[in-house]
């Protein structure tokens, strides 16, 4: 499967600033996903990035609180804007094994994850 | 939709049996099942695809009702590796994204 490397592992940011997540695919990859984990809870998609197009935003996230890059297959960049502690969560890549769709037995593989807290 | 899981928590002995359910209200391509441990990335187990079918490696199983829209993961002779939280993803369309459930707490004891 595919392995990727995601940072930071955690920070800790003030209020108002913004924090600009790495992810790092060793294979190239047609969809990157990001999504949000609020501690105890399930994935909340955030959004679906391609490569060199717009991302696609899921209901209640906005590219200005959210832009993301996706400059080439391998990497993409999520950026939590003007943060506030609401935004303090664990933020996971997601791409989908390249070995898929055919046979489509494989899942998807997840970032390390960051532990973002806001103060 | 967000699919439903039962139960949302489960505390076993070690060697006992579990199986965890996943409910969603829309037609489904595909089920996949994933296991979270604290502190740690969610990890695939299996993904199980319409036409209805049933998966298992070692003693883990799953199954997929296409028509009733649900799937079941079954834990057998269960070992304390196995605490984690389990969360089912559907995907209503091929290459389409996941929406995972809720999740199941999973604590096995020895």
């Known amino acids: 499967s595919a392995v990727i490397s995601q940072k930071p592992s955690r920070d800790i940011c003030q209020r108002g600033t913004s924090l600009t997540i790495q992810c790092q695919v060793d294979s190239q990859v047609t969809m990157m996903f990001w999504y949000r984990q609020q501690p105890g809870q399930s994935l909340t998609l955030i959004a679906t990035?391609?490569?060199?197009?717009?991302?696609?935003?899921e209901s209640g996230f906005v590219i200005d609180k959210f832009p993301i890059s996706r400059p080439n297959l391998t990497f993409s960049t999520l950026t939590v804007s003007n943060m506030s502690p609401e935004d303090s969560s664990i933020y996971l890549c997601?791409?989908?094994?390249?070995?898929?769709?055919?046979?489509?037995?494989?899942?998807?593989?997840f970032g390390s994850g960051t532990r973002l807290t806001v103060v | 939709q967000q699919p439903v899981q039962s139960p949302q928590a489960v505390i076993l002995r070690e060697g006992e049996d579990a199986v965890i359910n996943c409910s969603s209200s829309?037609?489904?391509?595909?089920v996949h099942w994933y296991r979270q441990k604290h502190g740690e990335a969610p990890v695939f187990l299996m993904i199980?695809?319409?036409?209805?079918e049933q998966k298992g490696h070692d003693k883990i199983s799953a199954s997929f009702n296409e028509k009733k829209q649900q799937s079941s993961l079954y834990l057998t002779a269960s070992q304390l590796s196995y605490s984690g939280t389990y969360f089912c993803g559907t995907e209503q369309l091929a290459g389409n994204m996941l929406t995972f459930g809720g999740g199941t707490r999973l604590m096995v004891k020895p």
């Open positions: 990035a391609n490569q060199g197009s717009e991302a696609t935003y």
């Open positions: 199980l695809l319409k036409g209805g």
């Open positions: 997601s791409v989908e094994d390249p070995r898929s769709p055919v046979p489509r037995n494989y899942g998807y593989t």
């Open positions: 829309k037609a489904l391509y595909s």
